[in-house]
């Protein structure tokens, strides 16, 4: 029997970038739309994540939460997708490095921004990140060879990397650079982040039409 795939989300947080993993994993999944501050909140949902946030997904009896992990996950839950380098291949240190580079100095240094927190000169150093300029730095030189974090190879990794890329230029967080806009407008149209968004759209577009009702 093969283990049910449950994802569980709100079409206008995080989850979109799990969606969009999904959607490239090419496996059938259940989808859960839970509410902020109440479903999201729900004692049967915080048995599954206690942080009472989304995404989480539940594969069988194995739940994944946080965007990244999940990303990892699924790649290699689902091999036949060719989302994940080899455990051999030393492309794994690099797909590695890049997706929890998203997950960790980029996701905090965006995040500071959009609160508008700025570590002092003198305590940069305590700062995991350092600056927001080190990080976009660095993020860069990920992508500007291209087409793709892996070269030639699409992965997990531009799933993740390219969602934070990709809103962070749209609402402001990250500057938008050439080789960020370039990277992004590869990403954008795939057969499944257009699926993504496409379905995640339609469920925001629903919520709306019943607010109204």
């Known amino acids: 029997m093969v283990d049910t795939l449950t994802f ?14 999904l959607e490239e994993v090419g496996q059938p999944y259940e989808t859960v739309v839970l ?10 949902y915080l048995a599954i994540n206690p942080m009472g946030k989304v995404p989480a997904i539940k594969h069988g009896d194995t739940v994944v939460t946080e965007g990244a992990a999940i990303c990892a996950y699924l790649a290699d839950a689902f091999p036949q997708a060719g989302l994940a380098p ?13 997706m929890f580079f998203a997950a960790g100095p980029v996701e905090a240094a965006a995040s500071n921004k959009s609160m508008g ?8 150093g305590m700062v995991g990140y350092g600056t927001l300029g080190h990080v976009m730095d660095a993020l860069e030189t990920a992508v500007a060879k291209g087409p793709y ?65």
């Open 8 to 21: 569980y989300t709100n079409p206008m947080s995080r989850g979109r970038i799990a969606r969009w993993m």
């Open 35 to 44: 509410g902020y501050g109440t479903s999201m909140k729900d004692p049967s």
């Open 86 to 98: 080899a455990t051999t291949d030393k492309a794994r240190g690099t797909y590695y490095r890049w």
């Open 117 to 124: 927190w700025e570590a002092p000169a003198d305590k940069q």
């Open 149 to 213: 974090i892996l070269g030639e190879k699409f992965s997990a990794a531009d799933v993740y990397v390219g969602a934070h890329i990709m809103w962070g230029m749209q609402f402001g967080t990250l500057e938008k650079r050439p080789a960020y806009e370039a990277y992004g407008a590869r990403l954008h149209n795939r057969p499944a982040a257009v699926r993504a968004r496409e379905l995640d759209d339609a469920l925001i577009a629903e919520q709306q039409k019943q607010q109204q009702s």
